[in-house]
């Protein structure tokens, strides 16, 4: 999931919480139902301008060793292992 692209939806709402003593602005997404039905948070690190943390609802199960890949042709981006 992403930020941006076909099928999402930002709410206009940016809330700046407060996590491990670090201010976030934050990007709440939804996604039409052919991408995904879970609403994901997009934790913005103001330092770096980058996602910092990301966060979603519901009950997703991460495998342990992900695979990226982009949505506009499939081809393979990389590969994360969850410690």
Partial sequence: MKPR???THIF???ETPTFKDKEY???NAKYKK???TDIWYFY???DINAIGIYQF???I???K???WYYSTDNSYLGSDVLE
Avoid: H, Q, S, Y
């Fill in 44 to 46: 913005f690190d103001t």
């Fill in 5 to 7: 692209g076909p099928g």
């Fill in 25 to 27: 602005l934050v990007l």
């Fill in 12 to 14: 206009e709402t940016v």
């Fill in 34 to 36: 052919a991408v995904g």
């Fill in 57 to 59: 609802l519901n009950k």
């Fill in 61 to 63: 199960k991460i495998p």
């Fill in 65 to 67: 060793v992900r695979a």
